[in-house]
């Protein structure tokens, strides 16, 4: 049963620490993806990677990181400098070889810091 | 800059049809896309249309795509209380420069249904 998966479903932190949200696909996807979605926003990119190893900053990278050691896995980290974290984080992937770039979205997980 | 809008929000009654209007800004892209989010999930791709085609129906789906103005709608028939949900457009960035496999995404439009 291929998919993405996000743990957790919902996350709770206090202001001032880190955390990190998993993401893992079984779809042997190359590409990878993290969003933010706020309400009546949209999807911002924060990173992106397209291959082992390898990771872009998307258009709101600020106060994230992210690592890329294995292909079906590309965690994201909050950190402390993220001014407004709270949000609904999603995780995508795609396969560099389907042209139409189609992506797979995980089931997304919400943070919130209080 | 690439560029998605959408209305933010559509209520029609159960069993009208519904039509969700977007518009975007780089011509070169490929593929446009629709996917929905149902509250509390990720998104589920809907549909996807090649630049080149002016329609594609799937079902209770009809995309249209007008190229010439950058305009793209989604037509759901029959409209149930289980089409109640986000719709998002999308569209891909040309490929080079960094952008393979990335897409722009609109704010998205809620969509309810009355019963």
């Known amino acids: 049963d291929g998919g993405i998966t996000q743990s957790p479903k919902y996350l709770f932190r206090k202001e001032g620490q880190n955390v990190t949200l998993s993401c893992e696909q079984n779809l042997n996807h190359d590409a990878m993806y993290w969003y933010r979605q706020d309400p009546g926003q949209g999807l911002r990119l924060i990173y992106y990677?397209?291959?082992?190893?390898?990771?872009q900053k998307g258009d709101i990278a600020e106060g994230y990181s992210v690592s890329r050691e294995k292909k079906e896995s590309f965690p994201l980290t909050v950190t402390s400098a993220q001014k407004n974290p709270t949000a609904f984080y999603l995780c995508a992937s795609s396969d560099r070889l389907d042209l139409t770039d189609t992506q797979y979205f995980g089931p997304g997980t919400r943070l919130t810091v209080l | 800059g690439e560029d998605v809008e959408q209305s933010l929000f559509l209520s029609v009654r159960e069993g009208d049809s519904s039509v969700i209007n977007c518009t975007y800004t780089?011509?070169?892209?490929?593929?446009l896309y629709w996917y929905k989010q149902e509250p509390g999930a990720g998104l589920q791709l809907l549909t996807y249309i090649f630049s080149n085609m002016d329609m594609k129906q799937d079902q209770r789906l009809t995309v249209l795509l007008n190229k010439k103005d950058k305009h793209l709608s989604l037509r759901i028939a029959d409209t149930q209380t289980g089409d109640s949900a986000i719709y998002f457009c999308a569209e891909n960035l040309p490929h080079g420069s960094g952008n393979t496999g990335k897409l722009i995404f609109g704010q998205g439009t809620t969509l309810q249904v009355k019963p």
């Open positions: 780089d011509s070169s892209s490929t593929y």
């Open positions: 990677s397209q291959i082992v190893n390898d990771f």
